[in-house]
Each structure stands twice: as structure tokens, then as C-alpha cells.
């Protein structure tokens, strides 16, 4: 017996936790789904047919979060006889059997690295009545060779490695995520002119550590010149990656930043901390000297480079003088915004069984030091760009205020966001279009730009929102590692096409 109707295709919807990795990989659960013939449920469907959670295992409380929700519809399933709820991702890499045997109500439990086995999973498992449980050790198939239900009109993300080979001592990523697995080139420029051509206009290169990219076929400058690459890319208007790592900096990256037009002068770069001795502990092979000195190059070739980062607060031993240093460190790096941690112990990581753990209120004495000093900066920053006309990709879901407020939303190339008013186009501006204005006010998360448009570009991207269409891309498969203009490629295939 299933919840769906007779002759009806079954719903699924897919909740995320996490980083963007898990945003795309859920991109890709929604993809196999509706290509075996599921039908994404209304947001204000109570009861679909299947519930997909997509965990992350980074934060303390991430396991706490999933059996809460995961105990909230244990009453939905059981008023719903045939209703299926999935678990995957990071925690249920980590937790494995654990899941089932705490939530017995859970049906599927997959890992990091069989992503594509969703399905069949969930088919066996209506079939035998009884939970499948399939955590793999290492990656099946790459990710990209998977269907792909884009969230997006106008942005898409794009993988270009999985995996880590670095061993923070506070991160539990590479044993779930495993060793770094490098995309070939060609595949990853096939898969970008594929969103494209679907009138995608901004592009987000995503890797654990995108600039060891190469590793695996041995060319430590194969990142420069992927980024250069996609310079030469007709349509595609905006570049950004995500996460480089200090150790792994090469100055022909920055060359490529600064030389190719499409790349935007955005870089988030994780610090962690400013103190060397924490940095030491924390296994992280670089120093705050070494750190300042790549920002420092970064903006010799891009003045108006926007820098963000991301630090945590209270690593075990951490002292006074260490927090003071890291305080240091924000102040001359002078970040346009950060991403601030108290840290949190995860099981099966070294920092766990460290000594010197800190008291909780002394953690949160420093956080809370450490966001009065980074909003004092982004503000002042912030406040720099009043009077100056940027360039807006408008957004969806940025503004939690617009409706009220009158404005629309979007990232500026430097990726801040701003929110404009519309003026006389009210009503005529889409998200994918393209807007020019002139900041009015600052603020230290977010621009205002309160005067009426002075540029609005209609675009396909706009087209597509406007028409409540979505990108699907087809699974990409591996080919040579080469970096450049790849041979032809046949056209493409079903959503990208139609769109």
C-alpha cells in the first residue's frame, strides 16, 4: 500500500543540512528521483510519499537535529502506510546502522559515496518491508555522472573534486567524504556549458580543497587553468569556487582571477585561527604570515577583491594570547564578512581527546568578542561602496524582508548582497535578470541601494525563472584529463535542451 493515489506518480521531498556540498548532492538525490519517475511534493505537502533527509556531521548538535525531526514524523508515517524516509549524507556515514536501530521507522540509510543506489534502495526496501542500510568505503561513481534537478535558473553549483586529503585535526570530513577524487577537465567545461546553455548565468566550482585540484593527474597548476578555461566560455558571466586552502595557494591562481574577465574578485579562504601554535595543533600547514601574505597579493592584483573566511573560536588549548593573535590576524586581513564557529567536538576526530578543552562560557566570551570585532570591519568596509554602482544578479529567497520592505535582492560580483529598490520597473524584474544601482546605505551583512535602477537587463536565466522552469542536467561522463577547449560534444540531451 502506498500514500499515493491510484495511477499517480509518488512525491519526495529532500531536506538539506550542511554545506554546499550537501546542497548539491541533494540537487542530485532530486535528480535520480524524478528521473525514476518521482514527482517533487508541493512545499506545503505534509505527507509525501518519500522524505529524504541529507545530513551533515560537522556541527555537535547535527545528530541531535536529525532524530528530532526524524522523531516529529515517526506520527506522519504511521497515519501513512507506504510513506518511505530516507537518510543520507555525512551522519548517516558516520552513524551507519545506528540510524535505523535509534529511528526504526527509517527505511533507507546511504552513504557519502553511493548516492546513485537511492532508488533501488528505496524500491527493495517497499518491496522486502524491512530497512536497507548501504554504506559504501570508497566513491562508486563520480557524483557528476548522476541526473541533476538544478534548484536554480540563474547559479549552479559544479563539482570538481570529492574527497580531502588534508587531516585537521578537527574535522571529520575526509573519513566520510574520503581521499580527494579529481574531476577530469573536459567533463567539468562540458558540464558548465551545459548549464549554459540552460541560460544558467553564474557558475560556483566546488571542491573540499579546489585549489589541490590536480592532484590526481599530477598538475599542481591544473586550478589556474580550469578557472582560466572557463573565461573562454560564451554566456557564462560570473565564476566563483569554493574552498581554497592556504597551503595549496599558487600566485597563477590569482593571475587567473585577475586576468579572466568572468571570474569575480570574491575569495573565501578559511583561517581557523589566527595563532600559530592553534594552527599547529589544528594541523592546518600554514601560518598567519603565510596567510596574510596571499590576501596581500590578492588585492595588489584586485584592489576590490571581497575576502571571506571562516574561524573557529575556543579549539582546545587555545589561550588569551591565542584568541588576541586571531583578533589580530581579522583586523589586518580586514574580511568583507566571516563565517564564526565555537568549536565543537565530533567523535573520531583528534581534537576530541585533546587536552586543555575549554569551559563553554569562556568559548562563548570569545565568540561573542570575535563578532563585535568582524561586524566592526564589514561595516566599515561595507560603508566604503556607498555612492558606488554595482552590478546585481537578482536572487531568490535573499531578502527575507523584501515583501515588506518593496525591495528585491541579489549578490553583487563581489558576492555582498544587496537590496534595491525597483522603482518604475516594479513587477518587470526577474530572478536571473541583471541590475545596475547605486548603494545608498551599509550595513555589516548587506547593502542598500534605495534609488531608483539605473540598468535592468532581461536575460534567459529570468526567461526561465519567469516561466517556473528549472535546469536538469543529465549525468556528465569522465573523459581525458584535459584542460581547454574539449572536443565537440554532442548536443545536449532532455532538461538542458528544453530549457
Wanted: glycine share 10%; with cysteine; hydrophobic share 35%.
Amino acid at each position: 500500500m502506498t500514500t499515493a493515489a491510484a495511477g499517480s506518480p509518488r512525491t519526495y521531498q529532500v531536506r538539506t543540512y550542511g554545506c554546499q556540498m550537501n546542497v548539491h548532492d541533494s540537487e542530485r538525490i532530486s535528480g535520480l528521483l524524478e528521473d525514476a519517475g518521482y514527482v517533487r511534493a508541493a512545499e506545503a505537502d505534509e505527507q509525501p510519499d518519500v522524505v529524504v533527509f541529507n545530513t551533515c556531521a560537522v556541527r555537535e548538535n547535527a545528530d541531535n537535529r536529525l532524530y528530532g525531526n526524524l522523531g516529529h514524523l515517526r506520527p506522519v508515517k504511521a497515519k501513512h502506510p507506504g510513506m518511505q524516509i530516507a537518510v543520507g549524507g555525512c551522519l548517516a556515514q558516520k552513524d551507519r546502522g545506528d540510524i535505523v536501530r535509534k529511528a526504526p521507522w527509517v527505511d533507507v540509510v546511504f552513504g557519502t559515496h553511493n548516492i546513485g543506489s537511492l532508488p533501488a534502495l528505496l524500491d527493495r526496501a517497499r518491496h522486502n518491508t524491512a530497512a536497507e542500510v548501504e554504506i559504501l568505503e570508497s566513491l562508486e561513481v563520480f557524483p557528476s555522472t548522476l541526473p541533476t534537478r538544478r534548484e536554480s535558473t540563474y547559479a549552479g553549483w559544479v563539482s570538481i573534486s570529492v574527497g580531502c586529503n588534508n587531516t585537521c585535526t578537527f574535522c571529520i570530513v575526509p573519513s566520510l567524504r574520503g581521499k580527494e577524487k579529481d574531476r577530469r577537465p573536459g567533463d567539468i567545461l562540458s558540464e558548465v556549458r551545459a548549464l549554459v546553455d540552460s541560460g544558467v548565468l553564474e557558475v560556483t566550482l566546488l571542491g573540499q580543497n579546489v585549489n589541490s585540484y590536480g592532484v590526481e593527474f599530477g598538475d599542481r597548476y591544473a586550478f589556474g587553468k580550469l578557472l582560466r578555461a572557463c573565461g573562454d566560455i560564451d554566456g557564462l558571466e560570473r565564476v566563483r569556487f569554493t574552498s581554497p586552502h592556504p597551503k595549496d595557494f599558487t600566485d597563477d591562481v590569482i593571475a587567473a582571477m585577475a586576468e579572466t574577465p568572468n571570474v569575480c574578485h570574491s575569495l573565501h579562504m578559511p583561517l581557523q585561527s589566527g595563532s600559530d601554535d592553534v594552527l599547529r595543533a589544528m594541523r592546518r600547514s600554514y601560518r598567519s604570515e603565510r596567510y596574510l601574505g596571499i590576501i596581500e597579493k590578492v588585492r595588489a592584483a584586485m584592489p576590490d577583491a571581497a575576502i571571506t573566511t571562516d574561524i573557529i573560536v575556543g579549539f582546545p588549548g587555545e589561550t588569551e594570547a591565542d584568541f588576541a593573535r586571531t583578533l589580530d590576524v581579522v583586523r589586518e586581513a580586514r574580511f568583507s564578512s566571516a563565517f564564526t564557529f565555537q568549536y565543537s567536538k565530533r567523535p573520531g576526530t583528534p581534537a576530541a581527546t585533546m587536552d586543555g578543552q575549554l569551559p563553554k562560557q569562556v568559548v562563548q566570551e570569545r565568540y561573542e568578542r570575535l563578532i563585535a570585532c568582524v561586524e566592526e570591519i564589514t561595516w566599515a568596509e561595507n560603508k566604503k561602496l556607498v555612492g558606488e554602482t554595482v552590478e546585481v544578479l537578482v536572487a531568490v529567497g535573499e531578502g527575507r524582508k523584501d515583501e515588506r520592505t518593496g525591495r528585491m535582492s541579489g549578490r553583487a560580483r563581489d558576492g555582498r548582497l544587496v537590496h534595491f529598490a525597483t522603482g518604475e520597473l516594479a513587477g518587470r524584474i526577474r530572478p536571473g535578470d541583471i541590475v545596475h544601482t547605486v548603494v545608498t546605505y551599509a550595513a555589516p551583512h548587506h547593502l542598500n541601494a534605495d534609488g531608483a535602477p539605473l540598468a535592468h537587463r532581461r536575460t534567459r536565466a529570468g526567461d526561465a525563472a519567469e516561466a517556473g522552469q528549472v535546469p536538469r542536467t543529465p549525468g556528465v561522463l569522465l573523459g581525458l584529463p584535459t584542460v581547454g577547449a574539449p572536443a565537440a560534444a554532442p548536443a545536449p540531451v532532455g532538461g538542458c535542451a528544453a530549457n
